[in-house]
């Protein structure tokens, strides 16, 4: 990325006056240290190409080949020196993974779309038309993701919101279909190698998986829409007497957007009046990266007024919608936003960090988390307001509040999100006696459904042992 960006760099004019604009355009867009560092790798580079320019007006014919041959050896010792910036490899880094994973997804639902599709091809008559129409289909819902993407860079919310449910609600039931197919070629495979006789042609297995998958889709969609209120209680002396107790609601992974919007939002203020916290933190994720306008929705929040103050931190998806305008959202909405910050409320600390993927966009990720904990005490009581449910042993806390996995939103997605991230949804207590809770979250990402992993609002109470 650096080598192609130096060299288109090289191929603008070398007017003076062009290069001194060059570099307050620079000057303004990279105000961050680590960012600086970059722009001085162009500038330098801009700065040896007009040393080698005067050097060369008297020898014109030469001056094309001496300063390629320079142009390459400054590249290449240059680029070492600046790509040893830590922050720089981070990004890169972070990129490829991200990258590799968009690639692996891409291939994986290709795969499902083939497997799903030659069912079709079997249980039915073959004829062009029918290979031409599943090839056809098959193609267009692999890519849909994308279109949406696109859809929603024009901001054509009509098309973008019809695009999503149809591509959502197929990749639904697509997963669903694979995944009870799967089970019936595994009896048919075990039945053929026990020498059992398997009861369904292909036409019956296609009709049983297909009206399998449709009935678990609709279980899917009805459990998604039943928020539930999970409670749970911790006690410690660290919360004075006179406080006696102090609640917090905890909302996560809403991914308000063309999707969930308006109605859903209702359901979730209204467990929040039922249970009247006292205070209410946003564990990321609030809204969705397909983009919409959130102005309207940020109204609901400001219908609640817990005592003690409203908190939020962002999450990878407030990166992917635009971290500015998921701030300004937040914001709006009433949230006071902790980056890399801590704020005091009802008798506790509460501190927040940013989701590391921001540092993957080339965003700046606040994530240290040892300025905000400067002025805390020992005996301080802290809850930490973590995105992604991985816990560091270095940063001191009593209590980490993530979200972001959904409780695997699907099953047995749960499965695959405990092996990856190594804990589990709810309350667990550390080896060290410290606690991690990982809510499930409220919303739905991707398809609109939840299958045994319903949607949650948390309920914590934190109470004086010395009450």
């Not at 801590?342 to 240290?368: H, T, Y």
């Amino acid at each position: 990325m650096l080598r192609v960006s130096i060299q288109l760099i090289r191929k603008l004019p070398v007017d003076p006056l062009f290069r001194r604009q060059s570099k307050l355009i620079l000057d303004e867009s990279m105000g961050s240290n680590q960012w600086g560092q970059l722009r001085l790798i162009f500038l330098r580079c801009l700065w040896n190409e007009s040393v080698q320019e005067n050097q060369s007006e008297a020898d014109p014919f030469s001056h094309r080949a001496d300063r390629r041959r320079c142009s390459q050896r400054q590249n290449l010792s240059h680029l070492k020196k600046r790509t040893d910036n830590p922050f720089l490899e981070e990004i890169t880094t972070r990129s490829v993974e991200m990258l590799a994973f968009f690639s692996m997804a891409f291939l994986i639902y290709g795969v499902m779309h083939i497997y799903a599709l030659s069912k079709v091809w079997l249980a039915f008559p073959h004829s062009l038309g029918l290979s031409l129409a599943l090839a056809l289909w098959g193609l267009v819902m692999t890519i849909s993701p994308l279109i949406i993407w696109q859809l929603a860079k024009q901001n054509w919310h009509s098309a973008t919101a019809v695009t999503s449910w149809v591509t959502y609600i197929w990749m639904g039931l697509l997963f669903l279909f694979c995944c009870i197919a799967l089970l019936f070629d595994f009896g048919h495979a075990l039945a053929t190698l026990l020498g059992f006789k398997w009861p369904l042609n292909e036409s019956m297995a296609f009709r049983t998986v297909g009206l399998l998958a449709l009935a678990m889709l609709g279980y899917g969609f009805v459990e998604a829409r039943q928020i539930q209120v999970e409670e749970i209680k911790i006690t410690t002396p660290k919360l004075s007497p006179a406080i006696g107790r102090v609640t917090i609601a905890q909302i996560s992974d809403l991914h308000l957007g063309v999707m969930l919007g308006d109605e859903f939002l209702e359901r979730v203020i209204a467990k929040l009046r039922e249970i009247q916290p006292d205070i209410v933190v946003a564990t990321g994720d609030i809204v969705d990266g397909q983009g919409d306008n959130l102005n309207e929705l940020a109204q609901h929040f400001l219908t609640i007024k817990p005592p003690k103050g409203a908190y939020a931190i962002i999450g990878n998806h407030e990166v992917y919608a635009g971290l500015e305008n998921s701030l300004r959202f937040l914001r709006s909405a009433g949230f006071t936003v902790l980056r890399g910050e801590s704020a005091a409320a009802g008798g506790i600390i509460l501190v927040g960090i940013d989701d590391p993927s921001a540092g993957a966009l080339g965003q700046e990720a606040r994530v240290d988390t040892k300025k905000a904990l400067a002025s805390v005490t020992k005996g301080d009581f802290i809850v930490l307001l973590k995105h992604q449910p991985v816990v560091d042993r270095e940063t001191p806390f009593d209590l980490q509040l993530s979200g972001h996995i959904h409780g695997g939103q699907i099953f047995p997605f749960g499965l695959l999100t405990r092996l990856i991230y190594g804990v589990r949804t709810g309350l667990t207590q550390l080896a060290d006696g410290r606690w991690l809770y990982v809510s499930r979250g409220a919303g739905t990402w991707g398809p609109p459904i939840r299958i045994f992993a319903a949607p949650e609002i948390t309920l914590v109470t934190i109470e004086s042992e010395n009450k």
